[in-house]
């Protein structure tokens, strides 16, 4: 299986400049059962790293562009009542495909947002009081420019929760940037993305992930860096143990990936930020001061002793 994982990150790189590292970490979150939440400013490929993503397995896509009009019906569908048979039937909503690109998520109002909410966790969507399971893999793969960008909504810390990563892909380099105009002119786009994986090779891999061995002492780690996120003075909002089990599971897809049956450090310390830093509440001096969340953690990390 390491060798489809490379396939799927070669079709990645072919469209995203220099982005090797978050291409890595978008699909760790893929093999781990996690959604990812991509944030940055507008045109810097958050849209094209969720495409080529779902293009390079052959699953079903849907995209579901989000506007202050959208509705959560538009999500999770709807019944209709059928004349002919006298009877409701229920017509699938945007959420019923294998991935999801919740293209600029934080453009529509909370309603509508909270209608993933079930999806991502309980991998359903109940409608009208009958539930309908989602096929698997399940995976929501959600843009999002800066929140103080116009007419965005702050998504809820419930749903941010639901989220296993957060990465921003950042500007390129001057010499990546030239790179792009390179393969642009050539015509090399996202639409020369391959499908190299299926999703029954997926979802074997899902399930090999978690035979990957933890030891205790990276457990009791990770469990301590989750304390001490609650007891901190510049946290209102510590990590809760959807983040603890995220990390674990994060960290068993990196050494998966990299042909390991087993957890190095090394894997926890790849996993840490982007998987807690977005969980984060600071405090209103923590805040006011202008410190960031990837800032605090790294200073937690400093002070909980990683084991060898």
Known sequence: MRTAVEKILEQINKVLVGKEDKAELAVITLLAGGHLLLEDVPGVGKTTLANALAKSIDADFGRIQFTPDTLPSDITGVSIYNMKNGAFEYMKGAVMHNIILADEINR????????????????QVTVDHVIYPLDKPFMVIATQNPVDFLGTYNLPEAQLDRFMMKLSLGYPTAT??????ERKLKGINV????????????LKMQEEIMNVTVHED??????????ATRKNEKISLGLSPRATMAMIRAAQASAYIDGRDY????????IMIPVAAHRLVLSVEARVAKQKPEEILASIKKTVKMPR
């Open 108 to 123: 529509t109002s909370p309603k509508t947002q909270a209608s993933l909410l079930e999806a991502m966790e309980e991998k």
């Open 176 to 181: 990546e940037e030239q790179q792009m105009i």
């Open 191 to 202: 639409e020369e993305v391959k499908a190299v994986a299926t999703k029954e090779e997926i």
């Open 218 to 227: 990276l457990q009791k780690y990770i469990v301590e860096v989750v304390e």
């Open 263 to 270: 957890v190095i450090p090394d894997d926890i310390i790849k």
